[in-house]
């Protein structure tokens, strides 16, 4: 039988994907980035690791990491409304630890909105946990965004997760 997962094709995120990039940011963000936005950030190739998943050839979501010194920060986890819940979100987010291992990073943080529980669950399952609230993060709503920590990716049993959420996926 063949699993979705087998199907969706990771790869680095090119200045040809922007236009999907930002259609899927359009549909699951209150405030997207614009393309401007997003070629600056992809043009910082030396802090910046920005990936797409496809599935055959279309564009289902994309992810990415800010490496300041010896921590990795998630800028960006989004997967298209119609593919959610098929686990590509986690393909994506096991591929940007697997890359901040390999770069010996040993922690990673982000901010999410307190509402987004499908975030919080997914980041959640990866090892975070919340380290505290940043008032009024989201301007646009007033929102508080939760911050988040990973600590020890670099340990055996970060791996032993990753490894378990990659074969539970491939198993959909
Ligand atoms: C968060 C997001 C990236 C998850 O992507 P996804 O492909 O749907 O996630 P997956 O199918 O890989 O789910 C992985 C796990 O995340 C959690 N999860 C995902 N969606 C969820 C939901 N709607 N409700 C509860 N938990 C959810 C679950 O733990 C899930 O594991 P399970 O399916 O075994 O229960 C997606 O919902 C999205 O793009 N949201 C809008 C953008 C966004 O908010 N990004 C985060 C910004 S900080």
Redesign the pocket.
Same mark, same amino acid.
Do not use: K, S
């Given at each position: 039988m063949t699993t979705l997962a087998s199907k969706v094709q990771i790869s680095a995120m090119e200045r040809y994907h922007l236009g999907e990039v930002q259609r899927v940011d359009a549909l %699951?963000?209150v405030r997207p980035w614009s393309i401007a936005m997003l070629r600056q950030e992809l043009d910082k190739r030396d802090s910046r690791e920005y990936i797409v998943a496809r599935v055959d050839d279309t564009h289902v $979501?994309h992810a990415g990491i800010m490496i300041i010194a010896d921590e990795g920060h998630i800028t960006?986890?989004? %997967?298209d409304p119609k593919?959610?819940?098929? $686990?590509? $979100?986690?393909?994506l987010m096991i591929e940007l630890h697997r890359y901040a291992i390999d770069r010996q990073l040993e922690a990673l943080t982000?901010?999410?909105?307190v509402s987004?529980?499908?975030?919080v669950?997914?980041y959640r399952?990866f090892g975070y946990a919340p380290a505290g609230v940043r008032k009024n993060y989201y301007s646009d709503e007033g929102e508080d965004g939760l911050i988040m920590w990973a600590h020890d990716i670099h340990l055996p049993a970060h791996k032993e997760r990753l490894d378990a959420i990659a074969t539970? %996926?491939a198993t959909r």
């Open positions: %699951v963000y $979501g960006t986890v989004a %997967v593919w959610q819940r098929r $686990g590509i $979100g986690a393909l982000l901010e999410v909105r987004n529980i499908a975030a669950a997914l399952r539970e %996926v």
